[in-house]
């Protein structure tokens, strides 16, 4: 349907939510471009440490996982969740 008509309102703020995919929406390589940005990077090395002791390794799997590496699906829950997680947070870190 097109837009007809477009105009500014005054109304209170609405709350913002968030909707975050699941299962499926990942990719090979996903989040290594990210790695490059000092907070994302920090909040996945934080993940990582937190995974490391169950012997899943985040950081590895981000910046050395290949074409197949999603194919697991742990591997892609965890990466999902923590780079979501890390979306979310990096998203909010200016904001009191």
């Not at 105009?7 to 699941?22: D, L, Q």
């Not at 499926?24 to 990077?41: I, L, N, V």
Request: charged content about 10%.
């Amino acid at each position: 349907m097109p837009v007809l008509q477009a105009a500014r309102i005054n109304a209170p703020p609405c709350p913002v939510w968030y909707v975050f995919p699941g299962m499926g929406c990942q990719w090979a390589r996903m989040g290594r471009d990210m790695m490059q940005f000092g907070p994302f990077r920090m909040s996945i090395h934080e993940s990582g440490e937190t995974l490391q002791p169950l012997g899943f390794h985040l950081h590895r799997l981000i910046m050395e996982g290949g074409d197949n590496t999603y194919d697991t699906p742990l591997n892609s829950f965890v990466a999902i969740t923590a780079i979501q997680v890390t979306v979310f947070g990096c998203s909010h870190s200016n904001k009191q």
